[in-house]
């Protein structure tokens, strides 16, 4: 692949420009055939098409650089979420996480050239107690590496205020789904349980099946991270959010059993899952029947 004109944009990243409402976004996927082909020169990068369907705020490919390695090229734009995508894959160390040999940040983009996962299954593929095991065993990996005095990353205090505050708003606008006394009680504990925690380290804040990939040098490896610093228990949410089925059947008892796998307090865990529910349910109403099993 050589030039502007012959970089192909996929699926997900170009409906995700289509539709936007961001005139930042819209820029920024304008000119970015011109950023990867700047890349790809600069960083003698022989790049293969992007992988589909894609994520929505990224182009992701494989590449080659001058020696040889199997490398990826990601190319981001940097919206709030993905900020210090890069910063964080770096302080791992490859550490659980794929390796990142360079980046960049250069005004709305992040680039990154990134191991490969080869040969690169979503763990979401393979039955939920493997997953269980393989999330335990990256958590406890991932929280044993130490954060930097001088490190670049949000306190998860801030994601967590400013999810609390949405969460009011759309609680004032939608009709009720729980009742208004649980939504006040699991909103203030959203915001103190990042205030109370005993430790901080360094967080991925969206880790589940479809974040980690198998590899080679490790079986398997976590990508994408949304790094903050904060509470170790606040990151195993989104894996149990995602056994949504299982977690609805028996809550208590897959909290007790991913909570194992982690060496995490699942009390603590409980009341991180009840108050994640009412922050979110506005927009995921099944939630509310789980933060009222939660909260009895």
Known sequence: MTGAAAVPM??????????????GMRAWYAGLPDRIADLAQRWELE????????????????????????????????????RDEAEGLAVLGG???????????????????????????????????EQHRVIGALLRRIRAVPVPADHPFRPLTELCDLWADEAETAHAERPPGVDPGLVREGLALFRA??????????LCTDLHG??????????????????????PHYDVLQH???????????????????????????????????????QDSPDWPDLAALARALAA
């Open 10 to 23: 996929p699926a997900n990243l170009r409906a995700s420009a289509e539709r936007t409402r961001s005139a």
């Open 47 to 82: 790049l293969g098409a992007p992988f589909e369907p894609g994520g929505s705020g990224s182009w992701v490919a494989p590449a080659t650089d001058a020696g040889g390695a199997d490398l990826v090229l990601k190319v981001g734009w940097t919206h709030t979420e993905a």
């Open 210 to 231: 479809g974040n980690v990939l198998s590899g080679t040098r490790l079986p398997w490896l976590l990508i994408d991270p949304k790094p903050y610093v904060g509470d």
């Open 95 to 129: 550490e659980g996480a794929v390796q990142v040999f360079r980046y960049e940040n250069h005004g709305p983009t992040t680039a990154a050239l990134l191991e490969r996962c080869r040969p690169g299954e979503e763990l979401r593929t393979r039955p939920e107690g």
């Open 240 to 278: 149990l959010l995602n056994c949504f089925d299982s977690l609805l059947a028996d809550p208590l008892g897959l909290i007790a059993r991913v909570c194992d796998e982690a060496d995490l307090d699942p009390t603590r865990v409980r009341h991180w899952l009840f108050a994640r529910c009412i």
């Open 193 to 202: 349980l990042p205030r109370d925690a005993d430790t901080a380290v360094l």
